[in-house]
């Protein structure tokens, strides 16, 4: 239809909205409008020479922003100071993955003529990191601070312009590693809340946001191997079945890791969510010392 917004547009503007709660409302309802159909096209062709993806999504300049190797330690939760400082830094997390989500579908999605499926998936994923924000953004209040009250690190976009150039890094470094990251952390961040008595925030973080982010390492592993696969038949025209069996997909994912993420892969890993996302250890178990 003539004039209707599409979601790579609806995508630049999530990306373009420096207030982290007007970004979280507006990446629902995109999201909302992709899910029920109101927006029905992912992308225009050609794009028009406006809708360039910025190298970093606008930020209030309220926000103190500090080198991760300058941030104040968080604590153990042991006092309300030390809790409302880890939510904060939730938060913080959840609106960066907000613009992750977002820029994965503008930036790349037509570029590599992915299919319908890869839109939607990471359109649920931008979905569920939106609530995250919000409910997450909510709890600090109830604990007596806000989002901007403590400072944050702006070291979680450098690892996303290493790979603004190329989906598969991307794909790696972003929605598998740093995701499966996420997953190895949150049962002890869970289990500093509960030991301290708010178990408020213990049941949000684990009831709601860690099954959905299993979800979302499901995706980047399952896009990973869609991309690899896709572009082994580029390379080899005329094969008749895949060119690349299941051991070669994980040979790719090391040395796409190995080139892009800087220093190892941290154990303890959590292997049971990162089995339930399909992310088994011969991804990440070799990635722990230097090839
Ligand atoms: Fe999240
Ligand atoms: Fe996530």
Known sequence: MAGEQTLVEAALQVLNEADPFRKAKAGQAAAAAWLQGSISTAFSDPLSGHLLVPDRPARLPTMTLLPSRSMPKLGKGGTLRSRQAILHSLVHTESWAIDLSWDIIARFGRQEAMPREFFTDFVRVAEDECRHFTLLAARLDELGSFYGAFPVHDGLWDSAIETSHDLLPRLAIEHCVHEARG?????????????????????????????????????GVKWFRYLCTRRSKINSPGEEISVLTDDAVVETFHQTVRRYFKGV?????????RSRAGFSPSWYEPLVTKG
Do not use: M, Q, W
């Open 183 to 219: 997953l190895d952390v949150l049962p002890t961040t869970i289990s500093k809340f509960r030991k301290n008595g708010d178990e408020r925030t213990a049941e949000l973080l684990e009831s709601v946001v860690y099954p959905e982010e299993i979800s979302h390492c499901a995706a």
């Open 265 to 273: 892969l941290k154990p303890p890993f959590n292997e049971e969510a």
